[in-house]
């Protein structure tokens, strides 16, 4: 008897080790090492291994691990940490021109019908439709961003352009979510979408004026005055302190809050430092940790054994429509605003990870009950097949000379 409460004593003891912070946080970086052993091996983005190990320990296979609201908190603030990272590489003038807006209408309206239309030959009824829809607009800028930047392709005219598409991307898409919403709903306010999109437009111009004017000036005045000279670290923690609270105003205001990283980060792009240490090298240690985490967490997120036969079959044909509509609707529109073929093929692939911002449009419907499990499995699915391929395809396609 006492050896049967010993054991189960034990066995508590172990569970409980299993779930702390700390033998999470341990796991999540060895697996991160991992995905660059793996991407290594078969010659792909780090992106690539780091999501096939998180499929590995993840409920699929091993189920080491499961996406905890630890886990998911710390692949929030990864997705953070990269976009303001990839923000200090770029300038304002750079990504806001209207040519972009064409693209991300382009790369919104035409995945949309696809994917409401897929989703009505499925036999799925009109709610589900509107929201698979919805989901098909997505774009991770978070994947495609990282990619490039690993491949050293991040100051290219078509890293320019899907960055800017992917921002105002985002802001359709919110509108978009909204309308749908309404739909489902059967209430359709036309004052309430220009509301929300005047709001985010208006959150992004104001922000980009904030950080411009003053906070570089701020930046620049603590890295010269005597407090700054003493304390060479206080200017980086400055700057992270600007990046999460620029993420928390446009969660605030409905965006994403990697939206409001980059904005943070090129809102301060360029900056010279005197005296302090340089918190662009300071904010690369800290993507270096937790993007790697917000990768591995996307393999962790998919739960194989939800997945039935129809289930399969539903999510290849959405997702090979996820691909072509984006493709087909951003290189179009790239062509049509002069912007040469090659480059124009890269935005298009590049505009395709839907990653984790369609998970999340998938969510929101499953939990108000729009759609059911099988839907947002599907939905999972897609997000992380596009997302897979998109590395891919750049490394091994587009980029191919550049890379061998």
Not at 69 to 87: K, M, N, P, R, T
Not at 166 to 195: F, Y
């Amino acid at each position: 008897m006492n050896g049967v409460v010993e054991g189960a004593a034990a066995g508590a003891v172990a569970e409980g080790f299993v779930t702390t912070p700390e033998f999470q946080m341990s796991l999540l970086l060895f697996v991160s090492l991992l995905g660059y052993i793996v991407a290594s091996r078969i010659n792909q983005s780090v992106v690539i291994g780091e999501i096939i190990v998180g499929l590995l320990i993840g409920p699929s296979l091993l189920g080491w691990i499961t996406y905890t609201d630890f886990v998911e908190s710390l692949a929030h603030l990864g997705a953070v940490i990269l976009l303001f990272v990839i923000g200090l590489e770029f300038k304002l003038s750079g990504i806001y021109k209207p040519k972009y807006i064409v693209i991300a209408l382009a790369g919104v309206i035409i995945p949309w019908i696809g994917g409401y239309y897929v989703a009505e030959l499925f036999g799925f009824d009109f709610k589900g439709a509107v929201f698979v829809g919805t989901a098909m607009t997505a774009t991770s800028i978070a994947i495609t961003a990282n990619v490039l930047k690993e491949m050293g392709k991040l100051k290219t005219n078509a890293a320019e352009a899907i960055i800017g598409a992917a921002v105002i991307d985002d802001i359709l898409g919110l509108v978009a979510l909204a309308i749908s919403n309404q739909v489902v709903q059967g209430e359709v306010s036309l004052l309430v979408d220009v509301m929300i999109l005047l709001k985010a437009v208006g959150f992004l111009a104001v922000g980009a004026w904030l950080g411009h004017t003053y906070l570089r000036t701020i930046i620049i005045d603590m890295d010269e005055s005597d407090f700054g000279k003493q304390y060479p670290e206080f200017v980086f923690i400055v700057a992270m302190m600007i990046a999460f609270l620029y993420s928390m105003a446009a969660e605030y205001m409905g965006l994403s809050a990697i939206v409001g990283a980059f904005l943070a980060g090129v809102s301060l792009e360029g900056i010279k430092l005197k005296h302090s240490k340089d918190f662009q090298d300071g904010a690369e240690y800290l993507h270096i940790i937790f993007a790697a985490i917000f990768f591995v967490s996307l393999g962790i997120l998919v739960d194989a054994h939800q997945v039935t036969g129809e289930i399969i079959f539903f999510t290849l044909v959405l997702s090979v429509v996820a691909v072509i509509t984006k493709v087909l609707g951003c290189y179009l529109a790239a062509i049509a605003q002069k912007i040469p073929k090659h480059d124009s093929l890269v935005i298009g692939f590049g505009m395709s990870p839907r990653g984790e911002v369609a998970m999340i449009v998938g969510l929101i419907g499953l939990t108000a009950g729009i759609i059911d499990q099988g839907l947002y499995v599907a939905i999972i699915f897609m997000s992380l097949l596009t997302t897979v391929l998109t590395p891919i395809v750049l490394r091994n396609w587009l980029y191919k000379e550049s890379t061998t």
